[in-house]
């Protein structure tokens, strides 16, 4: 082969090699191999070359331009090749890899204390009863044993709301679940088994005290209804909710005007530790008593054939003696730190009932 083919390969064999993408390998390949490319161009000029002359040459040309043919589709090759890698590397979606984790919610503490709650009265028989939030003065106050001079109707422990016109009924936030009790034995005749969980409205703040708060009251009706019910019921709830089988439980005289009698219940308590059950200290937790007969009588129940115990506590306060739980407010500041760290898996269902 001639030098000047020789020098031709060479150059071609050199631009293939620095082509470093398809387009500039396909510059290559026009620039040798098209219609006006360089071997295009020698094997033109062989038909004015003399016939041994043209043979010879042609021989070498033709040789020539399969080596270049075969280098140039291999070296193409090699490009899409490596383009698709690239690709790939780019595209590549690591499935191995975990899916992003989303932060998951939790049920509010108070929300959790009232499934405990229900699960536990649920097992010895009770359902729930709700009412409205808006009471009128007759359900929250006088069915309840409570006259017009008590205390608990003045405007500076009461939210009381706007008369309505056409409307002569005097209507306050409730100051408790009470007026759930008044409207179920008006509705419902006895045997009756119902606890009221619900908010309650009464002007305080502070640490352990809140404008609006939740409360659990309860109510049995029945026939033969003794001190001995109202006793056996409340301790084995306090015991199962604490999760302490031998806590002790104190019931102490006292005074609310739609029990008669009253007693607050306690239970031990070490005031030092704040450990529940522990300690020579006692810690008031709920009001109790048997329902006073002039309750009864105003809903239209004859308390010589009918009797009946009542109860109520603070939601929030047997949580936060649960839960080690300092303040009440921290309950209504929506902190997602506090939250995250007292709330319960919205998944785990309360089976505190499988204790009674």
């Known amino acids: 082969m001639s030098d000047d083919l020789e020098i031709l390969r060479q150059d071609v064999l050199s631009e293939l090699a620095g082509a470093a993408d398809m387009r500039a390998w396909d510059a290559v390949r026009v620039g040798t191999l098209g219609k006006s490319g360089r071997l295009t161009a020698l094997l033109k000029a062989l038909g004015k070359m003399a016939p041994d002359e043209r043979k010879a040459r042609g021989v070498a ?35 191995s890899l975990p899916p992003p984790v989303t932060v998951q919610g939790s049920i509010h503490p108070i929300s959790r204390a009232v499934e405990e709650m229900t699960a536990i009265f649920g097992s010895m028989g009770f359902s729930v009863a709700e009412g409205p939030d ?15 001079h008590h ?14 016109p056409g409307l002569d009924v005097a209507r306050v936030l409730r100051t408790q679940t009470s007026g759930v009790q008044i409207r179920t034995m008006l509705s419902q005749k006895p045997p ?6 619900g908010r309650t409205y009464r002007a305080d703040h502070d640490a352990t ?44 005289s006292s005074y609310f005007p739609f029990t008669e009698p009253s007693m607050e219940v306690d239970i031990g308590w070490s005031r030092r530790t704040g450990e ?11 009001g109790s008593g048997m329902i006073h007969a002039r309750v ?16 109520g506590m603070g939601i929030e306060r047997l949580t936060m003696l649960k839960n ?33």
């Open 296 to 311: 009864l009588a105003n809903c239209g129940l004859d308390p010589r054939e009918w009797q009946g115990f009542a109860f």
């Open 192 to 197: 009756i088994r119902v606890i009221c969980p």
């Open 61 to 95: 040309l033709n040789r020539l331009r399969d080596d270049l043919t075969r280098a140039v589709e291999d070296r193409g090759q090699a490009l899409e090749a490596a383009a698709l890698e690239a690709r790939l590397v780019a595209e590549r979606v690591d499935v």
């Open 276 to 286: 529940i059950g522990g300690g020579e200290d006692w810690l008031e937790v709920l």
């Open 134 to 148: 808006i009471e009128t003065d007759w359900h929250n106050f006088s069915a309840l044993n409570t006259p017009d």
């Open 209 to 252: 005290h809140s404008p609006m708060f939740h409360q659990c009251e309860g109510l049995v009706v029945g026939q033969g209804i003794t001190l001995g019910h109202l006793k056996g019921c409340l301790i084995e709830f306090l015991r199962v909710f604490f999760d302490k089988p031998d806590l002790p439980v104190r019931f102490r």
């Open 324 to 356: 080690g739980i300092p303040d009440l407010r921290s309950f209504y500041e929506s902190d997602i730190r506090w939250l995250r760290h007292y709330g319960s898996d919205p998944l785990a269902p309360a089976l505190l009932h499988e204790g009674v």
């Open 151 to 164: 205390p608990a109707r003045t405007d500076h422990d009461t939210f009381y709301l706007p008369p309505v």
